[in-house]
């Protein structure tokens, strides 16, 4: 089955540089690849998503980039506001099948 | 549309104690599925169902139970808890494509479960 691996676990940057998560899978017939930002106690919510047949997807300061063929896929974020404070999961899934996560990343935005 | 609404929202039970948690959504999605997050582990996938009347396993079912009676719920239990189900558990429902890919998945607010 699917198995994603995401790093790092924690991540602190200054306000206003650049972050970085990055994730692998392992089932190469997976084509969906989706970013969500967990608020201390509040519920997940999508920020981007990405499919296999596209490399890169912006929106604003979100982006998104897919290699398949190293079966890695990252998120940057560009210009850090200490409301990017957060978790973020990456997730994998092929097509209908289960939706499986990363184990996360706490990302702190220092002011 | 109230989206997808998880019942109850707090919950403390005793080992050995059963209880069935509720999942409701709103958006006739076909795709539900049941997660657990413990810290530093991420959301783990229990069950999943990709429509009415069918369920699987995902990473960690050992201990609980699915039903999928209805498109609108899906409903997680535990038959003889244990203190290592302490846990935030949480839903989530999602519509697949016309092509049967995966899109958004959508979460309730979670439930926070303790064992003792």
């Known amino acids: 089955g699917e198995n994603v691996e995401q790093h790092p676990s924690t991540l602190s940057v200054q306000e206003g540089d650049s972050a970085v998560i990055k994730c692998t899978y392992s089932?190469?017939?997976?084509?969906?690849f989706p970013w969500y930002k967990q608020e201390l106690g509040k519920r997940p919510q999508l920020i981007i998503d990405?499919?296999?047949?596209?490399g890169e997807k912006k929106d604003q300061r979100i982006a998104v980039t897919l290699n398949k063929t190293a079966k890695h896929f990252s998120l940057h974020i560009t210009e850090t506001q200490p409301e990017d404070s957060a978790v973020y999961f990456c997730?994998?899934?092929?097509?209908?099948?289960?939706?499986?996560f990363g184990a996360g990343t706490i990302l702190r935005v220092k002011s | 549309n109230a989206g997808v609404t998880q019942t109850p929202k707090f919950r403390v039970l005793k080992t050995g104690q059963s209880m069935t948690l509720l999942c409701a959504q709103d958006?006739?999605?076909?795709?539900m599925y049941w997660y657990r997050q413990d810290p530093g582990m991420g959301l783990r996938l229990i069950h999943y169902?990709?429509?009415?009347?069918?369920?699987a396993k995902g990473e960690v079912p050992d201990g609980y139970n699915v039903s999928r009676l209805k498109k609108q719920n899906f409903l997680l239990g535990l038959e003889s808890a244990a203190p290592s189900q302490t846990s935030v558990y949480f839903c989530?429902?999602?519509?697949?494509?016309?092509?049967?890919?995966?899109?958004?998945?959508?979460f309730g607010q979670g439930t926070r479960l303790t064992v003792v």
């Open positions: 169902s990709v429509g009415e009347g069918t369920t």
């Open positions: 989530a429902s999602s519509r697949p494509t016309g092509k049967n890919e995966n899109t958004e998945a959508f």
């Open positions: 990405i499919r296999s047949n596209v």
């Open positions: 997730a994998a899934s092929r097509r209908g099948n289960k939706l499986v």
């Open positions: 089932d190469s017939a997976s084509n969906y």
């Open positions: 958006m006739n999605h076909e795709y």
